[in-house]
């Protein structure tokens, strides 16, 4: 029985030397394969590379010794070469237990301030008639672009007309004019599928604007607002550079007592204090993630 040569060269390279379009096929198949591979682990890499200096904070933490590095025992595994004397430590000096005081009340006083200030600019500027919207959205989030050295210096030249440098409210407003941004993005981004018809369907119903705004707008925004909240309140609570311009000795915070531990005294308290920093980071993003699919169902009208 003798095969018909068109069907004997499909898939084979021709007499030109040129591949026909099956192994044309297999090679572009092949290539994507590569591709893929190759992306995971440049991903995989790059992770690697901002987590591992991460990832070795927590154990140095636990160190017996008053060392930043890893001692013969801690590499043997030795369960006397690990202790909990710097978490010990922490909590029982009284400059730290000041600055996570400090870093607690001027956080969540800026986060307040912060979410209501950007949550009523975000509304604002989700309307169609509002004026100069756009200048204005720069102006918000000029804090975030512009750098913050020029924004502490900034205001610290403002600050001493008002005697507002070394003092609580001070430092309060600053951290609230660097969360401010945060807010009114998420808020936006939030109010982005919002269909305004229904604010208005609760006009004509006989309802207040408050109570409408209440009642219908403030259910569809809350995930953006909490969201908002806590990258303001992650904002305020990691700041260091505007706490250096504009405290005083009284508004010691957390940042600012490591960034002094490690110029006077180093022991390995302060990486006690950067685990637990760590863990209140991955409890943010955890909550931060839940939020975001909660937005994402209340999208899909689930």
């Known amino acids: 029985m003798r095969m018909n040569p068109r069907t004997a060269d499909q898939g084979n390279p021709g007499r030109n030397g040129k591949e026909t379009p099956t192994g044309a096929a297999g090679a572009a198949d092949w290539n994507g394969m590569l591709g893929q591979w190759a992306l995971r682990v440049a991903a995989w890499g790059a992770l690697a590379f901002l987590m591992l200096p991460i990832l070795v904070v927590i154990p ?43 870093s607690l009340v001027i956080g969540v006083c800026s986060t307040v301030i912060a979410t209501v200030l950007g949550t009523v600019a975000a509304v604002g500027l989700a309307s169609a008639d509002m004026p100069w919207r756009r200048p204005i959205t720069a102006v918000l989030l000029a804090p975030m672009i512009v750098p913050l050295i020029i924004v502490a210096a900034g205001m610290f030249f403002f600050y001493t007309r008002f ?12 951290h609230a004019t660097l969360g401010v941004p945060f807010v009114v993005m998420t808020v936006t981004a939030t109010l982005s599928g919002f269909d305004r018809s229904l604010y208005h369907a609760g006009l004509n119903l ?20 909490i969201s908002g ?17 504009l405290a005083g000795p009284e508004q010691n915070t957390i940042p600012r007592r490591m960034f002094s531990g490690l110029r006077e005294q180093i022991n390995p308290s302060i990486l006690a204090v950067a685990t637990l920093l760590i863990l ?23």
């Open 60 to 102: 140095l933490s636990f160190n017996a010794e008053p060392f930043f590095s890893f001692t013969s025992g801690m590499l043997r595994l030795d369960p006397d070469a690990y202790s909990t004397k710097w978490y010990d430590a922490v909590f029982a000096s009284g400059s730290w237990m000041m600055a996570i005081r400090n």
């Open 163 to 174: 005697n507002l440098v070394a003092t609580f409210s001070g430092i309060i407003i600053a």
């Open 206 to 225: 006989g309802a207040s604007p408050l109570r409408a705004f209440l009642d219908v707008v403030v259910p569809v925004i809350r995930p953006g607002v």
């Open 229 to 245: 909240a806590l990258l303001a309140f992650v904002t305020s609570f990691d700041e260091v550079v505007l706490v250096l311009f």
């Open 280 to 302: 209140m980071s991955i409890c943010l993003l955890l909550a931060l993630e839940l939020l975001r699919r909660r937005s994402e169902r209340i999208k899909a009208g689930r």
